[in-house]
């Protein structure tokens, strides 16, 4: 998909929501780039989470700057393109919101179905255990966010690929 103006769609949602698989499947079939949040993190973070301790707002911060930096990067490129990036608190939308264009495809489900899909998950750092950080964490988008699209993860993988496609073309 080429397009003559940059724009970043950031791929939010707790832990084991699917948003590298959704990513990957959906930037394939846009053909536009992926950048997994997960590889941006400082290597603090990835050794605090690797302990099964989940990580404060001051440990977040570099890696959001990197998550805003990689959105300004593609914009300043022409480059559409999908970053994975859990986004989990108002704050951290508003400054990866500064400064770029971006929109927020979050990906939700309950907790129950979200704790099923963390304990199939393999070679992931995310440890089960913090999951309910991630759920007390999360402040659900609310209506005054009006770049941020929310997409069921219920049902199966190939609907929510759709639902996720379907919401990227309608705002290109």
Request: glycine residues 6%; proline residues 3%.
């Amino acid at each position: 998909m080429s397009e003559k103006k940059g724009k970043s769609f950031i791929l939010m949602g707790v832990s084991s929501t699917g948003k590298t698989t959704v990513g990957t499947a959906v930037a394939q079939r846009l053909g536009i780039k992926l950048i997994d949040g997960d590889d941006l993190h400082p290597r603090a973070n990835i050794v605090k989470m690797s302990q099964g301790n989940p990580l404060n707002d001051e440990d977040r911060m570099p890696w959001l700057e990197r998550i805003r930096d990689a959105a300004f990067s593609l914009e300043q490129k022409s480059e559409v393109g999908i970053i994975v990036c859990s986004a989990l608190k108002k704050q951290y939308r508003d400054m990866i919101r500064d400064g770029n264009d971006v929109t927020f495809i979050f990906l939700q489900g309950p907790f129950e179905l979200v704790l099923e899909r963390m304990k199939q998950r393999k070679g992931h750092y995310m440890k089960v255990e913090m999951l309910k950080s991630q759920f007390d964490t999360l402040e659900v988008p609310q209506s005054d966010e009006k770049d941020v699209i929310p997409i069921s993860i219920e049902g199966s993988f190939d609907e929510v690929v759709e639902r996720c496609v379907d919401a990227l073309k309608a705002h290109l």
